[in-house]
T-cell receptor, first 110, second 113 residues
Framework: AQRVTQPEKLLSVFKGAPVELKCNYSYSGSPELFWYVQYSRQRLQLLLRHISRESIKGFTADLNKGETSFHLKKPFAQEEDSAMYYCALSEGGSNYKLTFGKGTLLTVNP | SQTIHQWPATLVQPVGSPLSLECTVEGTSNPNLYWYRQAAGRGLQLLFYSVGIGQISSEVPQNLSASRPQDRQFILSSKKLLLSDSGFYLC????????????FGPGTRLTVT
C-alpha cells in the first residue's frame, strides 16, 4: 500500500532563512503529488501540485522519483508561512483517494 | 466557482446521541466526495468516499456511516455517539478526472461528552 512520510512533526526557522519540508513516499507506480497547507483558523487548502511545476507563494517542490521524495522548499521564509503543511499522494487511474502524511507544523520566527 | 459548505461548525453531543453532519458542494456536478477525520499529530484519516449518488465506500470500520442522497450532498451519521468519535471532521470534493486534487470544507468540531 502507498505511504507518505513527513519525518518532521515540527520545524522552526527564522524569517529570511531557507526552509525545506520533507516528504517521502512509497508507491511503485507513477504518483500524483500535492502539498496542502492549513493556516491558523483557516481551512485546509491546496498549495501546489507537482504536475503543474508551479511556484506558489515562493514555494516549489520537485518530484524526485529516484529518492521517492517531494520536498517543499522556499528560499526565504516569511512569518506568514507559519502553518501546518501536509504532503499527499494520489495513485491516479481509477483510484480517487489521496493518502496524506501526518503533517509538519512550520513556525517562522521574527 | 466551486464552493463547499459544512455545518454545523461546532457541535457538542452527549454519548449515545445520534449525529448528522452535512456537506454540500456548489458550482460543480458529479463530484467525488470525501469525509475525513483530522487529529493533531495523526494527519487526515479518510473515513468514507463517494463517486456517485448512493455509492459509498468505507475506509475504516467504526461507529459512523455516510450517505449521499443527492449529487452534491454528503452526510456523515451515527446512531449512537461514542467518546472516541470526538474530533475534527472535514468534507472534501474532487473532480472525476486527473489529477484528483481535493478541495476542503471548513470542518466541524465535534465534542462528545
Amino acid at each position: 500500500a502507498q505511504r507518505v512520510t513527513q519525518p518532521e512533526k515540527l520545524l522552526s526557522v527564522f524569517k529570511g532563512a531557507p526552509v525545506e519540508l520533507k516528504c517521502n513516499y512509497s508507491y511503485s507506480g507513477s504518483p500524483e503529488l500535492f502539498w496542502y497547507v492549513q493556516y491558523s483558523r483557516q481551512r485546509l487548502q491546496l498549495l501546489l501540485r507537482h504536475i503543474s511545476r508551479e511556484s506558489i507563494k515562493g514555494f516549489t517542490a520537485d518530484l524526485n522519483k529516484g529518492e521517492t521524495s517531494f520536498h517543499l522548499k522556499k528560499p526565504f521564509a516569511q512569518e506568514e508561512d507559519s502553518a501546518m503543511y501536509y504532503c499527499a499522494l494520489s495513485e491516479g487511474g481509477s483510484n480517487y483517494k489521496l493518502t496524506f502524511g501526518k503533517g509538519t507544523l512550520l513556525t517562522v520566527n521574527p | 466557482s466551486q464552493t463547499i459548505h459544512q455545518w454545523p461548525a461546532t457541535l457538542v453531543q452527549p454519548v449515545g446521541s445520534p449525529l448528522s453532519l452535512e456537506c454540500t458542494v456548489e458550482g460543480t456536478s458529479n463530484p467525488n466526495l470525501y469525509w475525513y477525520r483530522q487529529a493533531a499529530g495523526r494527519g487526515l484519516q479518510l473515513l468514507f468516499y463517494s463517486v456517485g449518488i448512493g455509492q459509498i465506500s468505507s475506509e475504516v470500520p467504526q461507529n459512523l456511516s455516510a450517505s449521499r442522497p443527492q449529487d452534491r450532498q454528503f452526510i456523515l451519521s451515527s446512531k449512537k455517539l461514542l467518546l472516541s468519535d470526538s474530533g475534527f471532521y472535514l468534507c472534501a470534493w474532487s473532480r472525476r478526472y486527473l489529477p484528483y486534487e481535493q478541495y476542503f470544507g471548513p470542518g466541524t468540531r465535534l465534542t462528545v461528552t
